[in-house]
C-alpha cells in the first residue's frame, strides 16, 4: 500500500462515523504484528519510543532525528496506516516545521503536538502549558511544514495542566480549529459530561487516549465525534514481556494468537517467503 493509500484510509477514520481502536505500536515488528492481526491503524505514542529506542522514562529525552528515523523504519515495515504522538515538536515553531516535514517523508499519516511546556521546566513537576498564542503558532508552522495535505495534524491539549479546566481548554480547542488543524487530542477527561461540553465548541474529530471506565462505550464515543480512541501500554507490553521471558524460563513457551509456533509466527513477521523468492529470482547461480 502506498503513503497516499494509507494517508487516505486514514482521513476516511477521521471523518467516519466510529470510533476506532489501534494498536500502540513502537517498533517494525509491533506494527507488522498489528497489521498481521487485522487492526485498522497503529498508534506510535513517544513514550513507547523512549522505551524502545534509549530505554528512559517519558521524560523528552529522545531527539526529533531519532523519532522521525524510528518512525521510518515502521512505515517502510507495514501497510498499516499510522500516527504518532509528536510531544511537543521538539523546540518552537520552526522545529515544529521541520519536525513534520520530516514526518511527511517519512510516510507517516498523522501526528498530534502537544501544547505542553517540555522538556519540563527546573521546578516543574507535572509541566505546564505554553501560551495560548506560542501554541497556535507552532499548529500553523506544522501545518505548512507538510508537503502532502492528507497527512493529518492533530492538536493536543491536557485537561490534567489547564488552571482553569473546562473554560481554558475550551478556549484552546476553538483556536486551534481556527488554526486549520484536522482533530484534537485531549489528554486527561475523566467523565462524560467533559468531553460533551468539548465536543460542542468545535467541529473537529477527537483523538483520545484510553477513556476511563465511564468513557468506555464505543457508541457514545463515536456520537462524540471520538474516532481514535487507544489504549495506554507501556506498561502492558513490558509486562507481557516478561511474562513470555518468564514462560520460556519455566519450559511452557506462550502461545501466540498469529501461529501454532514460534518457527512459524517469525516465518509470517519477517515474511521470510517473499525473502527466499527474492534470493530465488535474484541469487540463481548461472549454469
Request: aromatic content about 4%; charged content about 25%; glycine content about 8%.
Amino acid at each position: 500500500m502506498s503513503t497516499g493509500d494509507r494517508r487516505d484510509a486514514y482521513r476516511r477514520v477521521l471523518a467516519g462515523g466510529d470510533c476506532a481502536r489501534p494498536a500502540i505500536v513502537h517498533d517494525p515488528l509491533t506494527a507488522r504484528m498489528a497489521e498481521v492481526l487485522g487492526y485498522p491503524l497503529g498508534m506510535i505514542p513517544g513514550s513507547d519510543v523512549a522505551l524502545s529506542v534509549l530505554g528512559a522514562p517519558d521524560i523528552a529525552l529522545v531527539t526529533m532525528s531519532e523519532f522521525v528515523d524510528q518512525v521510518r523504519r515502521m512505515t517502510r515495515a507495514t501497510a498499516l496506516p499510522l500516527m504518532a504522538d509528536g510531544d511537543h515538536g521538539y523546540g518552537n515553531a520552526l522545529n515544529v516545521r521541520r519536525f513534520v516535514a520530516d514526518l511527511d517523508a517519512a510516510g507517516l499519516c498523522g501526528v498530534t503536538i502537544e501544547d505542553t511546556d517540555l522538556p519540563a521546566p527546573y521546578g516543574a513537576a507535572k509541566g505546564r502549558l505554553i501560551p495560548l498564542e506560542e501554541a497556535v503558532g507552532k499548529l500553523r508552522a506544522a501545518l505548512e511544514g507538510r508537503a502532502d495535505h492528507r497527512f493529518a495534524v492533530i492538536g493536543r491539549t491536557s485537561l490534567l495542566l489547564a488552571e482553569d479546566g473546562l473554560t481554558e481548554i475550551a478556549a484552546r480547542l476553538k483556536a486551534y480549529e481556527a488554526a486549520g488543524v484536522d482533530a484534537l487530542f485531549v489528554q486527561g477527561l475523566k467523565e462524560r459530561s467533559q468531553l460533551e461540553r468539548l465536543c460542542a465548541v468545535t467541529t473537529l474529530p477527537f483523538v483520545i487516549p484510553q477513556p476511563v471506565a465511564a468513557l468506555e462505550d464505543a457508541a457514545w464515543l463515536a456520537a462524540c465525534r471520538v474516532r481514535v480512541a487507544f489504549p495506554q501500554t507501556p506498561k502492558a507490553m513490558a509486562a507481557a514481556i516478561d511474562a513470555g521471558h518468564a514462560a520460556l524460563v519455566a519450559g511452557s513457551p506462550a502461545r501466540t494468537p498469529i501461529a501454532d509456533s514460534h518457527a512459524e509466527l517469525l516465518r509470517i513477521l519477517t515474511r521470510a517467503d517473499a525473502y527466499r523468492q527474492a534470493a530465488r529470482d535474484y541469487l540463481a547461480a548461472e549454469d
